[in-house]
Nanobody
């Protein structure tokens, strides 16, 4: 099992910056990718950024050039640095970990676990 604990978030003015953190514990070696999602009121959940085991990253078009996903392998922590924030970035941000569990007979089962979510409000 993998557990995720988020920190960061809060209220920031447009143009400001925030950094979110997501610390993992448990079966770290089973994780293939760490992800950041967000969900604004009345909207569907959106994948914001992903960082994979090999270090490759992808971003939603809406945040490219403004958000940076990174990781500290020693701390099993992933960060989302959010710069040049806009009011439309206001949402609940959640981290996730995606990976594979293997049963005793070697059968793999995909999983995705979630952090508790943290509110980001961009407003003057």
């Amino acid at each position: 099992q993998v557990q995720l604990v988020e920190s960061g978030g809060g209220l920031v003015q447009p143009g400001g910056s925030l950094r979110l953190s997501c610390a993992a514990s448990g079966s770290i070696s089973s994780i293939n990718a760490r992800e950041w999602y967000r969900q604004a009121p009345g909207k569907e959940r959106e994948l914001v950024a992903v960082i994979r085991r090999d270090g490759s990253t992808n971003y939603a078009d809406s945040v490219k050039g403004r958000f940076i996903v990174s990781r500290d392998n020693d701390k099993f922590t992933v960060y989302l640095q959010m710069n040049a924030l806009k009011p439309e970035d206001t949402a609940v941000y959640s981290c996730a970990a995606e990976g594979l569990h293997y049963s005793d007979n070697g059968t793999p089962t995909a999983y995705r676990v979630w952090g508790q979510g943290t509110q980001v409000i961009v407003s003057s």
